[in-house]
């Protein structure tokens, strides 16, 4: 009796696996949903700059076999819209541009994606790092800059989310730093 149920418990185990796929997807969708707020109000207005992108613009990790994981999706315009979303989501009025125009906001961000990589280090094991350099600007003078590091380790399920929520997990992060630095520079430069 313990045989069997052993044996059928190892057969269900492997087509979970076999159906989850063995591993990340190759082509994971940049996705985010945000962390911070939402906050009662906002001490300014902001315009996004559209991030630069250092690297390659589609891969954004490798898999445990050596190859390659890309994406279809815009990396820089994925964290770009995903720090307006965490803005927007602290009650600040926020506009997105491609490029810095003369500001109709209080404050200009912009900033580049310098590191955005994911590592599958084995079916379960997922190493990402991603590190943003972010500027603050008042009219044509700069408040700050930051180069802030994420470094997300993680053991999954196995699935074809896994490199999808690992990526978005890490830009969480990140932005969680971002934002707040953000809102109090803000506020200490009305």
């Given amino acids: ?7 059928a418990l190892c057969v269900g185990i492997l087509a ?6 063995c591993g990340g997807s190759a082509n994971p969708k940049l996705m985010y949903n945000t962390v911070t707020g939402p906050a009662d109000s906002c001490p300014a207005s902001f315009t996004v700059v559209e991030f630069s992108l250092k690297g390659d613009d589609s891969q954004v990790g490798e898999n445990s076999d050596g190859e390659g994981i890309y994406t279809d999706d815009d990396i820089s315009m994925w964290v770009t819209n995903a720090l307006k979303r965490e803005l927007q989501v602290n009650q600040c009025r926020t506009l997105v541009h491609d490029k810095e125009y003369y500001p109709i906001s209080d404050f200009v961000i912009m900033g580049s994606v310098d590191k955005l990589w994911v590592k599958q280090e084995s079916l379960t094991d997922y190493n990402a790092q991603l590190t943003l350099t972010v500027t603050l600007k008042k009219g044509n003078k700069v408040i700050a800059t930051d180069t802030v590091e994420g ?3 993680r053991t999954v399920m196995p699935g074809k989310s896994a490199v999808r929520d690992i ?7 990140v ?3 971002v934002v707040a630095k953000v809102l109090a520079r803000a506020e200490m430069n009305k």
């Fill in 175 to 177: 932005l969680r730093s």
């Fill in 16 to 21: 979970c696996l076999a159906l989850a796929g």
């Fill in 1 to 7: 009796m313990k045989i069997i149920r052993a044996t």
């Fill in 167 to 173: 990526l978005e997990e890490s830009l969480q992060d």
């Fill in 151 to 153: 470094n997300v380790d």
